[in-house]
């Protein structure tokens, strides 16, 4: 016997209403992992890009470091040298008797001088340099000086001079100055890199 019509339309209602649930709950899922899907990507995303540039500052960071060590140490390398001309210097302000008589009796072969010329030097190393270039301690007989040439009649002024250390050669046409600061500094520039290399080629 056939079911009425109404109660037909009713199960028919309920098996329909039950696939839409269905789908319905399907559809749902789908959608919730499509977008827990798509948040996955994008945090896995933002993760890697997070990664990365935290990757690069660390790097960035132990670049510097690293450029900054070695800048350091260039600097130091720098000083070492320089320190060891500054030592030159100290040691040539404080040369005296035969040691300072050689100095100065080479750095005048070195030039072309008439021998007539007169020395000065400051006030401070007057008495130095009188007892190192005469025997008798007078300036006007520099005979441990003058004796290294036969043209050589050199005699020292009391007038001073502007050179701290070093002497000046005077004549009527020129000055001849012999500072010992700058003779350092010059053989600085001119042999720096290689005792810089001398030094340092191990490292």
């Known amino acids: 016997m056939k079911k009425p019509i109404f109660e037909r339309i009713k199960e028919e209602a309920k098996k329909e209403a039950a696939l839409l649930v269905t789908e319905t709950k399907a559809e749902a899922k789908r959608i919730l992992k499509a977008g827990k899907d798509d948040l996955d990507a994008k945090n896995a995303a933002e993760l890697a890009s997070a990664t990365a540039k935290s990757k690069e500052r660390v790097a960035n960071f132990k670049d510097r470091n690293e450029k900054g060590l070695e800048n350091y140490k260039e600097q130091v390398r720098q000083e070492i040298v320089s320190d060891i001309f500054d030592e030159v210097a100290v040691?040539?302000?404080?040369?005296?008797?035969?040691?300072?008589?050689k100095f100065v009796t080479n750095l005048i072969n070195k030039e072309k001088v008439k021998g007539d010329e007169i020395m000065h030097v400051s006030r401070r190393n007057f008495k130095k340099f009188?007892?190192?270039?005469?025997?008798?301690?007078?300036?006007?007989?520099?005979?441990?000086?003058?004796?290294?040439?036969?043209?050589?009649?050199?005699?020292?002024?009391?007038?001073?001079t502007h050179v701290v250390e070093g002497f000046l050669l005077s004549a009527k046409q020129y000055d001849l100055i012999f500072?010992?600061?700058?003779?350092?500094?010059?053989?600085?520039?001119?042999?720096?890199?290689?005792?810089?290399?001398?030094?340092?080629?191990?490292?």
């Open 91 to 101: 040691k040539l302000a404080g040369i005296e008797g035969q040691e300072l008589l």
């Open 179 to 203: 500072d010992f600061n700058e003779i350092v500094s010059i053989y600085q520039r001119a042999h720096e890199q290689r005792i810089y290399k001398k030094l340092f080629k191990d490292e």
């Open 130 to 160: 009188v007892a190192a270039l005469s025997s008798s301690k007078d300036p006007t007989k520099l005979d441990l000086l003058n004796k290294a040439n036969a043209k050589y009649n050199f005699t020292l002024s009391k007038e001073p």
